[in-house]
């Protein structure tokens, strides 16, 4: 594995080729039965198909013996019409059963999935980007469900088919199965080869995947700025040397390939040489008929499509095994403990935090700060003053570099659930109607709580004013919502969900200023009675505050009321004159 560069993405774990395979033996164990069942109707179906050789090789015997009647070959003819039936039925179920299994192994490997990614530690997302979670959820998934529905059954049937004709060229003439064996070594060669090269191609492929997706993401989400900086050349040029990284790989598997059934070809010339040799041979010292001879070639030549098939197959499968590796990678981390604290109280208590993103480059600096039960504390200070990052400790999202944070006495990480609710600018609406955006944060809420949850922040208005009331949609292809009435929405969710603490990071930033007073009165009703951390974007919430605290460069250098601090002339005093003059009157 190479290096990774400074400032590149860590990753979200890919776990092992053989931990893969045990997790996937692990939802499959509870499907056992329907798996025999699926593996036994499609052995019937594949032995049911091999009558159709000796039936041909039967009609070849009666003309070249020259005694066959015309009664004969139309019985021969009917046995295969009904073996073609009979094959083609028990074929289509169990294929059918095949699917089904598949279908429900991967249903739960993906909400196995879904259930730890959304566990994940915040964190650990952003140090990977979106990017790469973004694709596992959709690239890998419909590539192994894919894999699920097309390669799966054509694999099972290609085994059965594999083993199931050798077993039957035995039958004929154990000389017959020598010959064919002729054709496994290369193919194993071959599939060695293939493997070989196929399982870390495909891996990159897939983390080349993640950069493009992740360069793209970056590159779309910001393009108000970029085209503001006229950095439209450099953006363009990151997303097409990570559209050429993924090329090239993509290349080098095409080549790989071509290169792979060249040596499949080979292996068909040779076997198929061989059992025609042992059948001229045969035929000629009266050890086998000429109908036996031609059963055996054509049980051989029936072989390529299965053999091809399955060894095909490792093209699919690399590719899924790849994908199904970085499912499994996340499926596989720790749920959420079971067993949380509840908190004494809900004051907050910051002792001698320190904390840095990456090591060498502190953010923030022995930190105190105590916040009291129902108590509103404002954060203000310049831009890069770690106001965010101290309100994300608070938050549990990341744990401080040094010192601690308790919350009730309990680190916020193991605290119990809807203890601490965090509110940031960048705020989703999820697709579908406005009453089940609103349920998300309590899903027994009713209509009259959704529409008072709303009435407290002063949205209740526009909510009924929409065109379907609480039914309509929102969301992606649904009615669109403005920036402040977005902010307006996730306090209700604030109020329905009834935190005892909240940490606000900016959220009234969304707002114009012409919405900016009415959202601020909306969050004032939203935390009143909770404690609350806010990351102030405008100084008139640190005036509204029972207290504000001014960091600078990661250090507490105020810490007061607003008019005590005014009254004191200084950082703070300097900012709300700075800010209080760009004010209108």
Do not use: C
Not at 287 to 298: F, I, N, Y
Not at 578 to 585: E, I, K, L
């Amino acid at each position: 594995m190479t290096a990774k560069a400074p400032g590149e993405p860590t990753l979200l774990p890919v776990a092992t080729p053989t931990r893969t395979r045990a997790a996937v033996a692990e939802l499959l164990r509870p499907q056992r039965r329907p798996a025999l069942t699926a593996v036994t109707v499609m052995a019937v179906a594949t032995a049911v198909g091999l009558l159709t050789q000796p039936l041909l090789g039967r009609i070849v015997d009666e003309v070249a013996e020259g005694e066959g009647s015309a009664d004969a070959v139309t019985v021969i003819a009917a046995l295969l019409l009904a073996v073609a039936v009979a094959q083609g039925l028990t074929t289509g179920w169990g294929l059918s059963l095949v699917s089904r299994l598949g279908e429900t192994t991967l249903a739960r490997m993906r909400e196995r999935f879904v259930e730890r990614a959304l566990h994940l530690p915040l964190d650990r997302v952003e140090k990977a980007g979106a990017g790469d979670l973004t694709a596992r959820v959709t690239a890998d998934v419909s590539l192994i469900a894919e894999a699920v529905r097309n390669a799966l059954p054509e694999l099972v049937r290609s085994a059965l088919a594999i083993v199931l004709t050798l077993g039957a060229m035995a039958l004929l003439d154990w000389r017959f199965l020598l010959a064919a064996l002729i054709a496994v070594p290369v193919q194993a060669a071959t599939a060695r080869w293939y493997v070989a090269r196929a399982v870390p191609l495909y891996a990159a492929q897939r983390v080349a995947g993640s950069a493009q997706q992740q360069q793209l993401l970056d590159t779309v989400a910001g393009s108000s700025t970029v085209r503001a900086l006229r950095l439209e050349a450099e953006h363009t040029e990151r997303v097409t040397e990570r559209s050429r990284s993924l090329v090239e790989l993509t290349m080098r598997g095409v080549r790989l390939v071509l290169g792979f059934y060249a040596r499949l070809h080979i292996a068909e010339y040779l076997g198929l040489a061989a059992v025609l040799a042992t059948g001229y041979w045969l035929v000629r010292q009266g050890s086998a008929s000429l109908g036996t001879a031609t059963a055996a070639a054509l049980y051989f030549h029936s072989l390529f499509t299965p053999v091809n098939a399955a060894l095909a197959l490792l093209d699919d499968a690399q590719s899924a095994g790849a994908s199904l590796a970085r499912l499994v990678g996340v499926a596989d981390q720790p749920p959420p403990p079971a067993g949380r604290a509840a908190p004494d109280g809900t004051g907050i208590t910051v002792r001698g935090v320190g904390h840095a993103y990456r090591p060498g480059h502190p953010v923030l600096h022995d930190v105190d700060l105590t916040v009291r039960p129902g108590e509103r504390v404002a954060l203000v200070g310049a831009s890069g003053a770690g106001k965010t990052t101290l309100a994300r400790l608070v938050a549990g999202i990341h744990a401080p570099t040094t010192g601690t944070v308790l919350i009730g006495g309990v680190p916020p990480a193991d605290l119990t659930p809807r203890t601490v609710a965090l509110i940031t600018q960048e705020t989703h609406v999820f697709a579908g109607p406005l009453a089940d955006d609103l349920r998300l944060a309590r899903p027994d809420a009713t209509d009259d709580e959704l529409r008072a949850a709303l009435d407290r922040v002063d949205a209740l208005a526009w909510a009924d004013a929409l065109p379907d009331g609480l039914a309509t949609v929102v969301g992606e292809g649904g009615h669109r919502i403005s920036g402040e009435r977005v902010q307006a929405l996730a306090l209700a969710r604030l109020i329905l969900a009834d935190p005892p603490v909240v940490i606000l990071d900016e959220a009234t930033a969304e707002a114009g200023s012409a919405g900016a007073r009415a959202l601020e009165k909306a969050v004032a009703r939203a935390v009143d009675g909770r404690t609350a951390l806010i990351v102030a974007h405008r100084l008139s919430q640190a005036a509204a505050a029972d207290r504000v605290v001014v960091l600078d460069a990661g250090r507490v250098v105020e810490n007061g009321t607003h008019d005590e601090l005014r009254a004191a002339d200084g950082p703070y005093a300097a900012l709300w004159h700075a800010w209080s003059d760009t004010r209108t009157p």
